[in-house]
């Protein structure tokens, strides 16, 4: 870990990144590709201003959006315990009334529940949570350290407090958590929860150049059996498609209807960029 004090903090897409690095050790992770340009991932960077830079950015925007933060890097990893650079960065997002889409695998956003109950009141405020699988062997292969139990209160905490959330499928890794099965309990969960939006990355699992040779060397070490058998059938290939694939999305699109869910990609997406102020009445989208 290293700490900076950085000259930007927004991309131009209105991309959020308080900490650059890899902040968990979920088999795939997006800041492990070479196109990440991050040298070292397990040195994360802190960035120290990022409250007081957010707020000298916003000042100077012509209209106000949605703010996207964790797809990247997770705001809400162990460091932002003590830095608590997510929590300035709220405070500066409720008092210019910008939108915010936050990625988050972490329960330690419910500390912030003050804060995000604020913006939600005056404009839009979605959590997306990943969530590969309900059963424990399963999820601790795939998820390192990150506990079952902690995403779960995630969730309780997210309905208790009337936030938005949309519930992520991903990964689904071929002979780890591809059965109709754990598809269908993950379903269950969102209705359970009373989640309206339910994402998913084609039910596939899309490694990168770098987060290539991470999620092998990791999986090996976690379960040398699963690694040789993935290897074995797939060799080189980034996509790692299920076998049953047609059947699982066939399973999502059925139950989801019968659920009531959403889980169209495309009409995700548009939800999470489209900026509400609820106070003015006024709906504008943002390309990403």
């Known amino acids: 870990m290293h700490v900076v004090e950085a000259k930007t903090i927004l991309t131009p897409q ?19 590709a070479k196109t990440s340009r991050v040298e070292k991932p397990e040195d994360v960077e802190v960035k120290e201003n990022a409250g007081s830079l957010l707020a000298y950015t916003l000042r100077r925007k012509r209209s106000r959006g949605m703010i ?30 910008f939108g915010l889409s936050i990625t988050t695998r972490y329960s330690l956003l419910l500390r912030d529940m003050d804060l995000l109950q604020e913006i939600a009141k005056k404009t839009k405020l979605v959590v997306t949570v ?5 059963q424990t062997d399963q999820f601790r292969l795939i998820e390192g350290e990150l506990g079952l139990s902690d995403r779960l209160q995630l969730l309780e905490g997210l309905k208790e407090g009337g936030i938005e959330t949309i519930l992520l499928i991903d990964p689904v890794i071929p002979g780890i958590n591809d059965s109709i099965t754990t598809l269908g309990m993950l379903l269950q969960l969102a209705k359970d929860q009373g989640i309206r939006m339910v994402d998913h990355r084609d039910l596939k699992c899309q490694l990168q150049n ?8 990791e999986l090996r070490k976690r379960n040398r059996e699963v690694a040789k058998q993935l290897e074995e059938k797939f060799g080189e290939e980034m996509e790692l498609v299920p076998e049953n694939h047609k059947e699982l ?12 869910i959403i ?15 609820q106070t003015e009445g006024t709906q504008l989208t943002f390309d990403f």
């Open 130 to 134: 990943p969530f590969p699988t309900l």
């Open 263 to 277: 889980c169209d990609k495309k009409e995700i997406l548009a939800y999470r960029r489209q900026y509400s102020n």
């Open 68 to 97: 996207s933060v964790g797809g990247f890097s997770d705001p809400y990893n162990p460091l932002e315990k003590k830095f608590e650079l997510m929590r300035d960065c709220l405070r500066v997002l409720d008092r210019f009334d």
């Open 210 to 217: 770098g987060s290539y040779e991470y999620f092998y060397k």
């Open 14 to 32: 209105n991309g959020l990144n308080v900490y650059r690095g890899a902040t968990d050790h979920c088999l795939v992770s997006p800041v492990r």
């Open 249 to 260: 999305m066939r399973h999502l699109i059925d139950t989801c209807a019968a659920y009531d």
